[in-house]
Structures are given as C-alpha cells and as structure tokens.
T-cell receptor, first 113, second 116 residues
Framework: EDKVVQSPLSLVVHEGDTVTLNCSYE??????LLWYKQEKKAPTFLFML????IEKKSGRLSSILDKKELFSILNITATQTGDSAVYLC?????????????FGPGTSLSVIP | DTEVTQTPKHLVMGMTNKKSLKCEQH?????MYWYKQKAKKPPELMFV???????INESVPSRFSPECPNSSLLNLHLHALQPEDSALYLC???????????????FGDGTRLSIL
C-alpha cells in the first residue's frame, strides 16, 4: 500500500533556530513530491521535487529529494514565528487505473519568540 | 486570499438537508479536485475532474455528488450527510491531471462543514 510518512509529527523551536523536516515515502510509479504549508486555511504550495539531488530554494526554505532512499527534507533557517504551521508532504504517483495524490500526516511546527 | 475561491466558508446543515459547495478558479486550469480534511489529519482526495470529466472517484459515498459545469467551476452537492462527514472540504486546481505537467495544485481556503 502506498504511504507517506513525516517526522517529527510536531516540533517546538525558538526564533532563529534551523529546523529540518523529514518525509519518506513508499509508492509505486513515483512522479513527484510536493511540500505545502498549511496555517488555518488552505495549504500553500512551497516546492515540487521530481529529480534527485537538486536543491530547491525559496528565501529561508530549501528542499531536496533522494529518489534512491525515497525521502525528502525541508529545511527552514532562521525560523520566525510566522513559520508556525503544519507542513505537509504529498506524493503524486501513477496508479494502475488512475493517478494518486497521497499526503503525509504533516509536521506541526511551532516557533516561539 | 488564494486564486481558488470557495463558497461558503462555513456551512451548518442537518442530516436531511441538501446543500452545495462551490469552487471557482480563473487560472485556466483544466484539472480540479475535491479533498476532505478532518481535524489534525492530512487532506484526502475525493474527486478529480480533468477537462470537465470525472477521472477519479475514490470510492466516496454517493451522498457526495460532484459536478463540473465548465472548466472554471466545480460543485459538490451534499445530501443526507452523516455527522462523521463534518470536516474541511478543500477544492484545488492544477494545469492538468495525469501526464508530466510539473505543476502543483493550488488550494482554496476550504468550506468548513458541520453536520448536526
């Protein structure tokens, strides 16, 4: 059965800390891995990763994918209170009759002043 | 605010009511999605429309009935729901579904549904 696992499930850090969020997956016919940030409402898109070893960066956030070991990490440097959110990892995979989007359980990040 | 608009933002209904959730996007996306998200859980895919045709129905109960009148609009008709259907219902869109589009899904803010 396809699955996406995230760790840790929750994390509390102080402003200025650097955090690393993990996502591992077991899916058949992997297509892409996505990271989303969800605060109170809609998940907002952060990164889409399709190739191994290519780091994607956006400001203080960066992410990389390892398709051999089947995991991805999301790094946030110099954390701010506005980074407090649930970070969702999702994997798109090609199914036998239809394609799938499988979300992990999320990592709840709390950044305290 | 997102580029995917969902209405209403909140909905309270009884188990015998009939209501509809609406979703609209004007990004020219040809794939639209309905997700259900329970508290402290990730979104679960319910339906996918690709070019206004239903591509995926992930064994969702028939009390949920999707409709895609055109490429910009997506509805979810609700009838005889159960208390366990209370959740946040998210709409999303992307350029295409299937194939190798390399484009992410964009989510609306959701409709928070409560069944009495």
């Amino acid at each position: 059965e396809d699955k996406v696992v995230q760790s840790p499930l929750s994390l509390v850090v102080h402003e200025g800390d650097t955090v690393t969020l993990n996502c591992s997956y077991e899916v058949t016919n992997f297509r892409s891995l996505l990271w989303y940030k969800q605060e109170k409402k809609a998940p907002t898109f952060l990164f889409m990763l399709t190739s191994s070893g290519i780091e994607k960066k956006s400001g203080r956030l960066s992410s990389i994918l390892d398709k051999k070991e089947l995991f991805s990490i999301l790094n946030i440097t110099a954390t701010q209170t506005g980074d407090s959110a649930v970070y969702l990892c999702a994997v798109e995979a090609r199914g036998t009759s239809y394609d799938k989007v499988i979300f992990g359980p999320g990592t709840s990040l709390s950044v305290i002043p | 605010d997102t580029e995917v608009t969902q209405t209403p933002k909140h909905l309270v209904m009884g188990m015998t009511n009939k209501k509809s959730l609406k979703c609209e996007q004007h990004m020219g996306h040809r794939a639209m999605y309905w997700y259900k998200q329970k508290a402290k859980k990730p979104p679960e895919l319910m339906f996918v429309y690709s070019y206004e045709k239903l591509s995926i129905n992930e064994s969702v109960p028939s009390r949920f009935s999707p409709e895609c009148p055109n490429s910009s609009l997506l509805n979810l008709h609700l009838h005889a729901l159960q208390p366990e259907d209370s959740a946040l219902y998210l709409c999303a869109s992307s350029q295409v579904w299937g194939g190798y589009s390399n484009q992410p899904q964009h989510f609306g803010d959701g409709t928070r549904l409560s069944i009495l």
